[in-house]
C-alpha cells in the first residue's frame, strides 16, 4: 500500500512537471489557431529552437542558467516575429491545406538545419548546483528541477492569464479571438496584435522547449516526434482557450507518465485512444465552443 | 479550375495526352531495364498518391494520416505470406484490400463527423495507433525489425517475381491501370461531381439535399481501398515491411508527392512521385542531410508560388504561349 502510494504520489509530480511543459509550449499553438485560425504544426519547431538555444548557451558559452532560459525566450520570439513578417503573413487567408503544407515544408527544414548544426545525438542539459539534487517536501524528496520547472511554469501561466485576463492587450486579444472583423472595425490594429501574440506564443513555445530539454529530449526530430501530444492539447483543450488546454495538458502529462509507469507494453496507445474519445466526443475540444 | 480538373459536365471520353503516361511507362519497361525497381516503386506511390488526390483533391479532405491504409495493405499481405503461408498475391491484394476498405469504412464513419483541426488531429491520432500496435505486436509484424520472410508466388502461377523487377514493374502497371481507370470512372461521374460541390461549399450541398456525410464516408473507404492496394503491392514487390509504413513521415512523404504533381487533376499523382522518387534515388543516399532540407525549401516554394504543382506550372506556361501565337 505504501509504495503503491508512493508510486501515485511520483507519477502525479512527474505527470504535472511533463503536463506543465507541455502547456507552456502549446498555450501559443492554440492561441494562434484560435485568434488568427493559422493550422500551425511548426509550432514544435519553436520548442526546439528554444532547447537548442539554452543547451548551446550554457555548455558552449557558459552562460549561467537563468540568463540561457531567457536568452530561450528573447531568440525564439524574435526569430518567429521575422518568420511571421516574412512568411507566415502571407498565408493568413489561404486555405488550411496550405498552410499545413508550408508548415509541414518549415518542420523539414528546421529538422535538417537542426541534423546539420548539432548531428542526431540527444543535447545534454548542464544544471548549476543549486537545480540538482533532491528536494524534501512533505516527508519526500523529489528532484529539485522537476519542482523548478512546476514552480516556474506555474508562476508563468499565472502571469500569463493576468495579462490575458486584466490588461488592455488581453482584451484586445480577448475581442480579436471572439470577432476579428468586429474588433478590427473598433479600431483594433489586429495585424500588429497578431504578430506580438505570435511571438509571444513562440517565445513561450522556445521557454518550455529549454526549460523541459530535460524531459523531452532535444534532438533534430523534436518538432515531428512531439507534433501529436502539442496538437492533442490543442484540439483536446480547446482552440483559442486558455484554460482548455492547460486542463488537457495536465491530464495528457499526468496519464502518458501514468501509461509509462504501469502500462509500458501498451506505449502511447491508451493517449492516442482517449484522445480520438474525447474528440468524438466533444469535437470542439473540452473547453471549445462549438464551431 | 482547370479544365483538366473534370467533372460531370467535362467530356468523359480519354484524351489522345492521357495515353501519354502509359506509353511513356511501356518505353521505360523497355529502355530502361536496369531501373525497373525503382519504376516499380514509383508506380506504387502513383496509385497511392492517386488514392490521397481522390478524397484531398476532389474531396477536400485534409489528412495527415493516409499511410495508416497504406501500412495496414502493406502488413496484411506481409502476414498473409511470411505468418499464413497465403503465398498467392492475388489474394495478398484481395485482402490488403479489403483491410483497407474495412478500415477505412470503420474510421471514416467516425471521423468524417467532425471538420478542419478536429479532423485532421483525429487522421493523425489513427495513424499513431496503427503504428503504436505495429510496433508492440512484435510476434505479427516484427516490430522495429520489420517483417521479413515474406513469399509470393507468380503472378497467376505462371509470372514468377524476377530479381530484375521485371514481373513487378508490369504487374503494378496493371493494377496502376486499374485504379486509374476506377477513379477516372469515379470523377467523371455524378459522385465525382458532388464530392467536387462538397469540397467547394458544404452548406449548399447539405442544402440541395446531398447526402453529404455518406458521400464522404464512401469516398474516403474507396481512396483508403486503394491505399491498402498499393500497401500491398509494395510489400509484395519490396519482400518485407518496415514499420516506416506507417509513419508521419510516410504521410508526410506522399503529401509532398501529390503537391509537387498537382492537386485535383489526377494526373498530378502521376508526375508528382515520378519526379520526387528519381530525385530521392539521386539525391538522398548522396547528401542526406540536404534532402530533407530541399523537401522543406520545395514544400514552402510550392505553396507560396506555385500552388499547382509541376502541373500547374506547366498550364501557366502553355497559356503563355498560346496568348503569344
Same mark, same amino acid.
Given at each position: ?10 507519477? @502525479? ?30 509550432? &514544435? ?22 540568463l540561457?532560459l ?31 503544407l ?19 545525438l ?10 540538482k ?41 480577448? =475581442?480579436?479571438?471572439? *470577432? ?20 509571444l506564443?513562440?517565445?513561450?513555445? &522556445?521557454?518550455?522547449?529549454? $526549460? ?6 532535444? #534532438?533534430?526530430t ?19 482557450s486558455?484554460? &482548455? ?47 | 479550375?482547370? @479544365? ?7 467530356d ?14 511501356? @518505353?521505360g ?29 476532389? =474531396?477536400? !479532405? ?29 489474394? #495478398? ?11 477505412g ?6 471521423i ?19 503504428l503504436?500496435?505495429? *510496433?508492440? =505486436?512484435?510476434? %505479427? ?10 513469399v509470393?508466388?507468380?503472378v ?6 524476377? !530479381? ?12 496502376? %491501370? =486499374? ?6 470512372r ?8 458532388? $464530392? ?29 481501398? !486503394? ?16 514499420l *516506416? ?7 508526410g512523404?506522399?503529401l ?32 542526406p ?5 530541399? !523537401? ?21 506556361? $502553355? ?7
Amino acid at each position: 500500500m505504501e509504495a503503491f502510494l508512493a508510486s501515485l504520489v511520483s507519477v @502525479a509530480f512527474h505527470g504535472t512537471a511533463l503536463g506543465m511543459i507541455l502547456y507552456v509550449i502549446s498555450v501559443g499553438l492554440s492561441v494562434t489557431m484560435g485568434l488568427m485560425g493559422f493550422a500551425n504544426l511548426a509550432h &514544435g519547431v519553436f520548442a526546439m529552437a528554444g532547447g537548442y538555444i539554452l543547451t548551446t548557451a550554457i555548455s558552449r558559452f557558459g552562460m549561467p542558467f537563468p540568463l540561457a532560459l531567457a536568452l530561450a525566450f528573447v531568440l525564439v520570439a524574435a526569430g518567429s516575429v521575422i518568420l511571421e513578417r516574412l512568411l507566415y503573413s502571407r498565408l493568413y487567408a489561404a486555405s488550411d491545406l496550405e498552410q499545413v503544407l508550408f508548415t509541414i515544408g518549415l518542420i523539414f527544414i528546421a529538422v535538417a538545419v537542426a541534423r546539420f548544426i548539432y548531428g542526431t545525438l540527444q543535447q545534454p542539459v548542464f544544471l548549476p548546483d543549486y537545480l540538482k539534487g533532491q528536494f524534501p517536501l512533505l516527508g519526500r524528496d523529489f528532484p529539485t528541477y522537476r519542482v523548478f520547472i512546476i514552480v516556474f511554469s506555474a508562476a508563468t501561466v499565472g502571469l500569463l492569464w493576468f495579462g490575458v485576463e486584466r490588461t488592455r492587450w488581453g482584451a484586445m486579444v480577448r =475581442a480579436a479571438v471572439d *470577432n476579428r472583423a468586429m474588433a478590427q472595425s473598433v479600431g483594433i490594429n489586429t495585424k500588429r496584435l497578431f504578430t506580438l501574440t505570435f511571438a509571444l506564443g513562440s517565445g513561450l513555445a &522556445g521557454l518550455g522547449g529549454g $526549460l523541459g530539454a530535460e524531459i523531452i529530449a532535444i #534532438q533534430p526530430t523534436y518538432p515531428l516526434e512531439n507534433l501529436v501530444y502539442f496538437l492533442v492539447v490543442v484540439s483536446v483543450g480547446g482552440l483559442g482557450s486558455l484554460r &482548455g488546454p492547460f486542463v488537457a495538458a495536465l491530464l495528457i502529462g499526468i496519464a502518458d507518465t501514468a501509461c509509462k509507469y504501469w502500462l509500458p507494453q501498451y506505449g502511447a496507445f491508451p493517449i492516442y485512444v482517449a484522445t480520438i474519445g474525447v474528440l468524438l466526443w466533444r469535437p470542439a475540444g473540452l473547453f471549445g465552443r462549438h464551431a | 479550375m482547370s @479544365a483538366h480538373s473534370g467533372g460531370y459536365s467535362a467530356d468523359p471520353r480519354v484524351r489522345p495526352i492521357e495515353w501519354l503516361p502509359w506509353i511513356l511507362a511501356l @518505353a521505360g519497361f523497355f529502355l530502361l531495364p536496369e531501373y525497373l525497381s525503382l519504376g516499380a516503386r514509383i508506380l506504387i506511390y502513383i496509385l497511392y498518391a492517386l488514392s490521397l488526390d481522390l478524397i484531398l483533391g476532389y =474531396a477536400g !479532405i485534409i489528412t495527415l494520416g493516409h499511410s495508416a491504409y497504406f501500412g495496414l495493405g502493406a502488413y496484411v499481405a506481409g502476414i498473409l505470406a511470411a505468418k499464413a503461408g497465403i503465398t498467392d498475391p492475388m489474394v #495478398q491484394l484481395v485482402a490488403a484490400a479489403a483491410a483497407g476498405a474495412l478500415l477505412g469504412l470503420a474510421t471514416g464513419a467516425i471521423i468524417l463527423r467532425t471538420k478542419a483541426l478536429t479532423l485532421l488531429m483525429l487522421t493523425l491520432a489513427i495513424t499513431s495507433v496503427c503504428l503504436e500496435i505495429a *510496433n508492440k =505486436a512484435t510476434n %505479427l509484424t516484427g516490430g522495429a525489425d520489420g517483417l521479413s520472410g515474406v513469399v509470393v508466388a507468380p503472378v497467376l502461377g505462371m509470372f514468377r517475381f524476377d !530479381i530484375f523487377g521485371r514481373t513487378a514493374y508490369l504487374y503494378c502497371l496493371v493494377v496502376l %491501370l =486499374a485504379g486509374w481507370w476506377l477513379v477516372r470512372r469515379m470523377i467523371y461521374s455524378p459522385f465525382g461531381t458532388s $464530392l467536387t460541390g462538397v469540397r467547394e461549399n458544404s452548406l449548399r450541398m447539405h442544402a440541395i439535399g446531398a447526402p453529404v456525410y455518406w458521400r464522404l464516408v464512401l469516398v474516403y473507404a474507396l481512396s483508403a481501398t !486503394i491505399a491498402g492496394i498499393a500497401g500491398g503491392l509494395l510489400t509484395q514487390t519490396s519482400q518485407f515491411v518496415g514499420l *516506416n509504413v506507417l509513419s508521419f513521415e510516410s504521410a508526410g512523404e506522399l503529401l509532398v508527392m501529390l503537391i509537387l504533381g498537382g492537386v485535383g487533376r489526377i494526373y498530378g499523382a502521376f508526375v508528382g512521385p515520378v519526379v520526387y522518387l528519381i530525385a530521392q534515388d539521386l539525391f538522398a543516399k548522396q547528401f542526406p542531410e540536404y534532402w530533407g532540407f530541399g !523537401i522543406g525549401v520545395m514544400l514552402v516554394l510550392v505553396v507560396m508560388f506555385a500552388r499547382g504543382g509541376v502541373l500547374g506550372i506547366l498550364d501557366v506556361l $502553355l497559356a503563355r504561349l498560346r496568348r503569344k501565337s
